[in-house]
């Protein structure tokens, strides 16, 4: 059974930074595929990021383009989220998410239902 964990959410003031991490544990095959989803408050969860296990590519939302980096340390099994230029419209659940048998290439990344395991979500505020 793999374990998904995030850190690093708490509340920033507009334009400012956070960077979250998302640690895999429990399992002896990696994560190919390896997601940040964020649900706002009333709204549905969406994807963020994705990055590829094997070579790192990475491919991003239009809503966080060029504002969040999705990164890997393979070596410790976590994956991160940078966020820059934060907007209260970020402000919002995040969670992150494995996906055990394909490349990110190879699956809808943006889909929900194309990961195997969830973390439970860390919050994220940025009062206007």
């Known amino acids: 059974q793999l374990q998904v964990a995030e850190s690093g959410g708490g509340s920033v003031q507009v334009g400012g930074s956070l960077r979250l991490s998302c640690v895999a544990s429990g399992y002896t095959y990696v994560s190919r595929c390896m997601g940040w989803f964020r649900q706002a408050p009333g709204k549905a969860r969406g994807a963020l990021a994705s990055?590829?296990?094997?070579?790192?590519?990475?491919y991003y939302a239009d809503s966080v383009k060029g504002r969040f980096t999705i990164s890997q340390d393979s070596a410790k099994n976590t994956v991160y989220l940078q966020m820059d230029s934060l907007k209260p419209e970020d402000t919002g659940m995040y969670y992150c998410?494995?996906?055990?048998?394909?490349?990110?290439?190879?699956?809808?990344?943006?889909?929900?239902?194309?990961?195997?395991?969830w973390g439970q979500g860390t919050q994220v505020t940025v009062p206007s």
């Open positions: 990055i590829s296990y094997v070579d790192g590519t990475t």
């Open positions: 998410a494995a996906h055990l048998l394909a490349e990110c290439d190879r699956i809808s990344w943006e889909r929900e239902h194309e990961y195997h395991y």
